[in-house]
Structure formats: structure tokens, C-alpha cells
């Protein structure tokens, strides 16, 4: 199963933390952001990515295109041969990464439709680069094959200046509002489930933005629903969260850090 990650925004809200590589770049630890996200899906078995590019996108594709030599030992034979031969491991080793270029102004409802042809299985993960969770992978899976709609979005209850959403008994959404002042229920956490039929909902218009008529038309259509997590959630939007976000890894308190470095 794929997991598709969103990772060519601008970033332009944590420009003084790094403003010169792209936000899924930017490190908690010894890693860029994007990478925690991958290391917690590949531990629930999700290993197959595609990472939708956009600002800095070269800086991106340089990082895994170097991976195997910035992490492993190895040994390198100069002339015509020019043989690399690596004497060590690492945990990424069945990884497989597609590194799709989908626009440098593309909003999100756009990069999602320009990555279709990687789409082959009936369902798919989906995810924000800049945000980390300790949210149960395989629990939020089962959750999503036991309801049969098009799209699970997880709600969180973190600060209110994100994306609302309203359910009801059932889960399933009847309201939802990008980043209003706040009401009631809960945001929008990412950490999506997709059947491929979300596809019927989206265009390659640059300036389709998923959070807004794609969702508005599921909702509509009863075809949304809200995987209740009550854990952690925390994205990188601000300098203050990037040093929050750093500490926690620093003082190996950080929730989402539940996969084997």
C-alpha cells in the first residue's frame, strides 16, 4: 500500500527557523521532519512512498538520492568499474521512495491528482510532511476497511487554529471548516486513509486546495469519516514548535519516536 506525503509547501510560517530548504526538511533530531513521519508508517509495515515536491524539491530528492552512502559504510573503487561496495546496514533497507515533482505553486487538492498513475492498490495512506503523531498506523487502517467511505481523516484536539471538524454518533462527518475560529469538535490531524475513488473528487488545477471544496463535496456526500485519537498530534508550523518538538526528542520524551531508530 502506498503512503503519499505532501512535502512541496513553502513552509513560510517557520521561514526563520530554516528558510533556505524546504520545510519536510527541517530536523528534529538527527533527522528531517519527513523522515520521523516515514520511520512510524514503515514500523506498522508501510514501506512504499511517494513524496509530492514542489518547493525545494532538488534539496528533497538530493537527501534520499545520497542516503545509502550518507548511512552506511562503504568502499569505493576509482577507474572505469567505479564500484561502490557498502559493508553495512540500515533499517531502510526495503524502503521504496517515489519522488514526484507535482508543482512548485501547486496547492495540496492539485498535488494529490497529479500523483494518480503511482495510485495502484484500491486504497492508500495520506499525510502532511510537517506534523508527527504516536497514532496506531494498523488501528486507523482496520478502522477505515471497516467503514467502506471514501476518505478516514483523523481528528485531533490540539490548539484551535486549525481545520475543524464535526461529526456525528456514527463518525461520519457533517461539517468542516479550514482553520476557523474555534467552536466545537475536532481538527483535522492528517494521518488520512483514501479509496481511490477520492481521485473523482480532485483536478490538476494549481489552485484546487484539498481542505477546501474537495472536502467540503465528501462531506456532502456522507463519504467522510473521523478516526477518533486522543494522543499526541503536533505539527511544525512555528519556530516554538520546532524548539518544542526538539526538546521532546532531546530529553527522549518524544511520543511518536516508537519505531527503532
Not at 533556505?20 to 530536523?27: L, N, Q, R
Not at 501547486?106 to 508527527?132: A, C, E, N, P, W
Amino acid at each position: 500500500m502506498k503512503v503519499v506525503i505532501l512535502a512541496g509547501g513553502y513552509g513560510t510560517r517557520i521561514r526563520d527557523v530554516a528558510d533556505d530548504i524546504p520545510k519536510p526538511m527541517i530536523p528534529i533530531g538527527p533527522y528531517p521532519i519527513v523522515l520521523h513521519i516515514m520511520k512510524s508508517y514503515a514500523h506498522f509495515g508501510l514501506k512504499d512512498f511517494i513524496l509530492c515536491l514542489g518547493y525545494k524539491g532538488k534539496d528533497i530528492k538530493d537527501f534520499f538520492l545520497n542516503y545509502e552512502p550518507f548511512t552506511r559504510d562503504f568502499t569505493i573503487s576509482f577507474g572505469e568499474d567505479g564500484k561502490v561496495q557498502y559493508h553495512s546496514n540500515h533499517r531502510e533497507q526495503d524502503w521504496k521512495i517515489t519522488l514526484a515533482d507535482t508543482g512548485l505553486n501547486s496547492m495540496t487538492g492539485s498535488r494529490i491528482s497529479k500523483i494518480r498513475k503511482y495510485i495502484s492498490d484500491d486504497t492508500f495512506m495520506l499525510t502532511y510532511g510537517d506534523g508527527v503523531s504516536d497514532i496506531n498506523i494498523k488501528d486507523l487502517l482496520d478502522f477505515h476497511n471497516s467503514h467502506g467511505k471514501t476518505l478516514t481523516v483523523t481528528g485531533v484536539r490540539p490548539p484551535g487554529r486549525f481545520g475543524e471538524m464535526v461529526s456525528d454518533k456514527n463518525g461520519v462527518i457533517t461539517e468542516f471548516n479550514e482553520k476557523p475560529q474555534a467552536t466545537k469538535g475536532r481538527i483535522s490531524g492528517g494521518y488520512f486513509v483514501a479509496n481511490k475513488k477520492l481521485f473523482d473528487y480532485l483536478d490538476d488545477s494549481d489552485e484546487l486546495v484539498f481542505e477546501q471544496e474537495p472536502m467540503r463535496n465528501i462531506v456532502n456526500d456522507g463519504e467522510m469519516v473521523v478516526y477518533k485519537h486522543d494522543g499526541f498530534w503536533q505539527p511544525m508550523d512555528t519556530s516554538r514548535e520546532y524548539q518544542l518538538l526538539n526538546g521532546l526528542y532531546k530529553e527522549n520524551k518524544a511520543p511518536w519516536v516508537y519505531y527503532d531508530e
